[in-house]
């Protein structure tokens, strides 16, 4: 995976190394999974001051391959660290190798070696190629543009081979959905306490849809190799875990640090209240899907946040198709709980009753008294997060 920036969209132009590694953890993965093969290898480029953040452990070990950059120094810290990675279950590729001694202790451990053919002379190639064929790696040929190049690096031991002889690299690209900073560290900062309540983390992530709807991709993406759909805040946490979604967090405040958003406060407010509205009237009444209705309700303003259609929005996804229909056709069986809050913002509290009577809530005093609760709740938000300011950076 390739990083490239909105400016120049032809070559790489990073202007910090570990915030673009930190974006494709990110956004990148998950972006990419409706374009790759199902079992496809993903190479990321981890630089040094990555390496050594813990960062790197927020992907799953299945799917993604760790690839060390020329540029990292084979010190013996990073190869201790290296180690590690090496014995959570990690592939580790080695970049651009042209038989460097200094690069000795990474050799050692890599499981891949990257070999540029157009690095070094045919003489220095044909040595590397002698040389590694006896450490039990598996050799990767990088830059191979022609089907002679092919044949070489095959009658040389190379297994795996890259280049535009293949297939040109394919752009793609999408608007990125940044939470505000304040909201990340609020849930790095709890994360890091040492005194995790499951309830507690999901309301704090569940107080910014972009970062609840980033979550949700990130858990459903080729970093973690789902078998099955992940459509909720709760079923995310558990599945990726509190210590790789710390890391994730963390590699979020490095991706997003040159990116500025206004937020959308209002936006944000009508789209909690609405979370919690319908997830706390079907629970009322005691339907089973409480949780997808707190996901309706959490990401009904995305669109006006960002300018972009619903379509656009979730093509990426995974939320139920009973969610995705209800946001983008207006339509399913969910669609009429979205419409009922909709007509009691709106005013219209006949068609509201009517609508929920044919939900199964069948006294509008009851929902009278969970709508303020929400809207207590939801406006009442900032407010609390204030008051936490004061914890939470005093230390």
């Known amino acids: 995976m390739l990083f490239r920036d909105q400016f120049n969209l032809t070559a790489a132009n990073i202007r910090n190394q570990s915030q673009a590694t930190s974006e494709i953890i990110v956004d990148g993965i998950a972006f990419a999974s409706s374009h790759t093969a199902p079992h496809a290898k993903v190479f990321i480029n981890i630089p040094d001051d990555l390496l050594r953040t813990g960062i790197p452990e927020s992907i799953s070990p299945g799917r993604c391959v760790l690839e060390i950059l020329e540029t990292v120094p084979c010190t013996r810290e990073n190869v201790e660290v290296l180690r590690h990675l090496k014995s959570q279950g990690y592939t580790l590729a080695l970049d651009d190798y042209t038989g460097q001694p200094d690069m000795e202790g990474f050799v050692e451990i890599a499981d891949i070696v990257k070999v540029d053919l157009r690095s070094a002379s045919a003489e220095q190639l044909s040595q590397v190629s002698r040389a590694l064929r006896h450490r039990g790696v598996t050799m990767l040929a990088e830059k191979v543009e022609s089907s002679e190049e092919a044949h070489w690096a095959r009658e040389n031991g190379y297994e795996l081979l890259q280049g535009f002889y293949f297939q040109r690299p394919e752009l793609i690209s ?100 609405r979370a919690h509205f319908l997830r706390n009237t079907a629970a009322f009444i005691g339907r089973p899907y409480a949780e997808q209705l707190f996901a309706l309700g959490l990401f009904s303003t995305l669109d006006a946040m960002y300018h972009m259609s619903f379509e656009d929005l979730l093509a990426r996804t995974s939320l139920s198709e009973d969610v995705r229909n209800a946001l983008t056709r207006k339509e399913g069986c969910f669609y009429p709980w979205l419409n009922a809050v909709l007509c009691l913002e709106a005013g219209n509290v006949d068609e509201a009753r009517r609508i929920f009577g044919g939900l199964g809530v069948q006294h509008m005093g009851d929902v009278v008294k969970i709508y303020r609760a929400a809207m207590t709740l939801a406006t009442n938000l900032h407010l609390d997060d204030k008051a936490d300011d004061a914890h939470y950076f005093s230390n």
């Open 174 to 273: 999408a608007k990125r959905l940044a939470p505000d900073a304040h909201t990340k560290l609020r849930v790095l900062c709890y994360l890091m306490s040492g005194n995790v309540k499951l309830q507690k983390l999901q309301m704090l992530l569940s107080h910014s849809p972009q970062l609840a709807l980033r979550l949700l991709n990130f858990a459903n993406s080729v970093a973690f190799s789902v078998t099955t759909r992940i459509d909720s805040i709760k079923q995310a946490i558990a599945f990726i875990g509190l210590d790789r979604l710390c890391r994730w967090l963390a590699a979020m405040l490095i991706a997003d640090q040159f990116h500025t958003s206004d937020t959308a406060r209002e936006l944000t407010t009508i789209c909690i209240f």
